[in-house]
């Protein structure tokens, strides 16, 4: 059930509810000019991923800055994105399942919404919930590109998959899904750039070996907020699906040569306990952020760390001294913001110490 808002417009920081989901706007609008900038030079196009924001007024903005489209990993946050008014989806995954399926086929009547196959049943099972909803697909094949996560294997395999797409009437061919999760976080930038130059290359082979059988990639799509510059400078990459550069998290933040971004994105919490010396409690245990990739970090007080997360307690340690006030409000950085802007119903804006917007995180929850 959706949560009244926490805030209201022109409210003090301080006097918003928490646990809050706050977005610095001037970080969070530097962060979109620096990739839309960062991106121009090299003929790539962004393709944000939705699945960080989970919300149509984000993609917006994201889209009035130069972004083709959104990725997104479910259905259902296509019919958030699609119902908001994005006109063109990549769903960069696979689907599976009848009634998913028949939604899909739904929204492709009122905007553009790719879907991508690893197995020929995908291809088959795509093909007749597009024939029954009267509508034309367009499907990318994912290629395993060295993460093992999903997709074929990278040639023969994804140009047998590539024509089978190619000779349904109800699909079209769109080009090739090569997203290399796991390079994104590997903390050096020698690691990452020998991932993304394998990825690259076996990429590169495949879009060939395409051509030879006749077959156009309009889209090559992948790159994430730890690689992206890798994918955008390669020149086989045609979009760029980057997703948490919007608000960047502590996670990446530990990458050694950062990706350029600020953190924009906070859980807002209260110190609630002081009874133990040494120690500050707030509001914000892991029910309300992410911990599957560390704890948070405590923003702008470098001598309080967040050291433990219940369900809802974070405990933090004084180091310097300089305790917390009871009452007292702190931001907390994520350490992964997917994770917890799916826990909470609205993005609270806030510029200068004022709240200024508040927007509906439309697709978040377990729907798939
Ligand atoms: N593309 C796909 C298919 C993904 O699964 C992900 C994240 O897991 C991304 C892109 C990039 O995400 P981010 O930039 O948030 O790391
Ligand atoms: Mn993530």
């Known amino acids: 059930m959706l949560q009244p808002p926490p805030a209201e417009p022109g409210m003090r920081e301080e006097e918003v509810d928490t646990p809050a989901l706050l977005l610095d706007l001037d970080a969070f609008e530097a962060n979109l000019d620096a990739m839309a900038a960062l991106l121009a030079p090299t003929g790539a196009k962004l393709r944000a991923h939705a699945k960080t924001h989970k919300s149509a007024v984000i993609a917006r903005l994201q889209m009035a800055r130069g972004a083709v489209g959104q990725c997104v990993q ?8 699609a119902w908001g008014g994005i006109p063109d989806i990549l ?8 009634r998913k399926l028949a939604r899909l086929a739904a929204l492709a009547k009122i905007s553009s919404v790719a879907v991508c196959a690893d197995d020929a049943e995908q291809v088959a ?3 007749a919930a597009a024939e029954a909803g009267g509508v034309r697909i367009p499907m990318l094949v994912e290629i395993d590109c060295g993460a093992a996560r999903c997709g074929v294997a990278p040639g023969p395999a994804a140009v047998a998959l590539a024509e ?4 349904s009437p109800h699909l079209r061919f769109g080009g090739l899904q090569s997203y290399h999760g796991s390079a994104q976080h590997k903390r050096t930038p020698e690691e990452r750039a020998a991932a993304i130059g394998h990825a690259a290359e076996v990429t590169r082979r495949t879009v060939e070996q395409l051509r030879q059988r006749g077959l ?6 992948g790159g994430g907020t730890g690689t992206f510059g890798l994918e ?17 998290d502590g996670d990446y933040a530990r990458n050694q040569a950062p990706p350029p971004f600020r953190h924009s994105l906070f859980v807002l919490a209260t110190v609630m306990s002081r009874a133990i010396p040494g120690v500050a409690v707030v509001d914000a245990g892991h029910k309300a952020v992410a911990i599957d990739s560390g704890l948070p970090l405590v923003h702008d007080r470098p001598g309080l760390r967040y050291v433990g997360a219940s369900d809802e307690h974070g405990k933090l340690l004084v180091e310097d001294g300089n305790a917390p006030a009871l009452g007292e409000r702190l931001r907390l950085v994520p350490g992964h913001c997917d ?3 799916d826990r909470y119903d609205w993005y609270v804006g806030v510029r200068g110490g004022r709240v200024e917007c508040l927007w509906p995180i439309a697709a ?3 729907m798939a």
Do not use: H
Not at 91 to 98: A, E, F, I, K, T
Not at 216 to 221: A, F, N, S
Not at 232 to 247: P, R
């Open 125 to 127: 099972t795509i093909a």
């Open 232 to 248: 955008a400078a390669s020149g086989v990459y045609t979009e760029i699906q980057a997703g948490s550069y919007a608000f960047m």
């Open 164 to 167: 089978t797409i190619a000779a």
């Open 216 to 221: 156009d990639c309009p889209i090559v799509g």
């Open 91 to 98: 769903v960069s995954n696979q689907v599976v399942g009848g």
């Open 339 to 341: 994770p917890t802007v």
């Open 364 to 366: 978040r929850g377990g």
């Open 74 to 81: 479910k259905v259902a946050e296509a019919e958030a994105l």
